[in-house]
């Protein structure tokens, strides 16, 4: 359970193997593979911005591997430091593009859908 608004809610934890990352088509390919994103994902992140967004709309089929209504889909990203330090762009991108589609569903009166639980040594 996590709480979120003062409300406690159910979360989905799916581990993201970032070692496998070490570029870009790497990065959205293992991203579609992991969550099941549609044939069609644009392999971009404004295509992965879209296809998180509905992380709990089931019938949007913008993931396989989504969660109910109103749960929140944790991506485990172990390793986190490493990761920083050998993709940096990919990192920063997915830190930033999480906040945003949290953002774009807040700003239209939605809740947040994707936390982000990061380990490993920062220095």
């Known amino acids: 359970m996590c709480g979120r608004y003062g409300a406690e809610m159910n979360t989905t934890l799916v581990p993201i193997p970032t070692n496998q990352i070490t570029d870009w088509p790497s990065f959205h390919k293992l991203f ?3 969550l099941g994103f549609p044939a069609y994902y644009g392999m971009n992140m404004d295509a992965w911005i879209d296809c998180m967004t509905y992380a709990d709309e089931p019938e949007a089929q913008m993931l396989a591997k989504g969660v109910p209504p109103g ?3 944790t991506l485990q990203i172990n390793d986190a430091a490493d990761f920083a330090v050998r993709c940096p762009e990919q990192f920063k991108a997915l830190v ?9 569903r807040v700003e239209i009166g939605g ?3 994707l936390c982000l639980l990061m380990s490993g040594v920062f220095s």
């Open 32 to 34: 579609a593979h992991v």
């Open 71 to 73: 749960e929140l889909l």
């Open 96 to 104: 930033e593009c999480t906040a945003f589609v949290n953002y774009r």
């Open 111 to 113: 809740t947040p859908v």
